[in-house]
T-cell receptor
């Protein structure tokens, strides 16, 4: 059981380049999330998808786009990377049914540096 | 709005107890969680508490919940060097709130355990 898989694990981009971070989960979860983690700021929610076919902005969505391709996959795209987007990105998923959320499972993270 | 606050750093000696504190704002949250992040890794669920409970014990871990003060704490008994990590508290707003489906994390508390 792989859980939540993110690719790539490391990436260096030049300012202005674009890239897509991939995330897939094999737990049949409804909800998926993208967070960024910066020192002293904890995890900040970029976008989330409460169910297949829906996406919503989180706390820091500017400069990002997302696609919930199907129930398994939720990708994050940087159209024109900026140094301020240097961070560690985490994808997570959770089951959200019966009026309750359950445990969220996290990927191992993508360490992105924009130079 | 939602907000989860934690102190950023705690240092203890091996064998002592550690207490990590968290305050939250959404009093209707159903579940409150503690996650652990080891260096270079994703987040793993340590324990959780349902909002109608005051206390939950799980081996060396004790979670205390004070709903009146919106205060959550995690006590680690007999702290070991392997407990050195960042600890995050998180809340998940219930169905029907404006934050349905979101996971809200604190900034994380770095626990340093000295031998």
């Amino acid at each position: 059981n792989a859980g939540v898989t993110q690719t790539p694990k490391f990436q260096v981009l030049k300012t202005g380049q674009s890239m897509t971070l991939q995330c897939a989960q094999d737990m049949n979860h409804n909800s998926m999330y993208w967070y960024r983690q910066d020192p002293g700021m904890g995890l900040r929610l970029i976008y989330y998808s409460a169910s297949e076919g829906t996406t919503d902005k989180g706390e820091v969505p500017n400069g990002y786009n997302v696609s919930r391709l199907n129930k398994r996959e939720f990708s994050l795209r940087l159209e024109s990377a900026a140094p301020s987007q240097t961070s560690v990105y985490f994808c997570a998923s959770s089951e959200f049914s019966g009026g309750m959320n359950t445990e969220a499972f996290f990927g191992q993270g993508t360490r992105l540096t924009v130079v | 709005g939602e907000d989860v606050e934690q102190s950023l750093f705690l240092s203890v000696r091996e064998g002592d107890s550690s207490v990590i504190n968290c305050t939250y704002t959404d009093s209707s949250s159903t579940y409150l969680y503690w996650y652990k992040q080891e260096p270079g890794a994703g987040l793993q669920l340590l324990t959780y508490i349902f909002s109608n409970m005051d206390m939950k014990q799980d081996q060396r871990l004790t979670v205390l919940l004070n709903k009146k003060d919106k205060h959550l704490s995690l006590r680690i008994a007999d702290t070991q060097t392997g407990d050195s990590a960042i600890y995050f508290c998180a809340e998940i707003p219930p169905v029907g709130s404006s934050n349905t489906g979101k996971l809200i994390f604190g900034q994380g508390t770095t626990l340093q355990v000295k031998p």
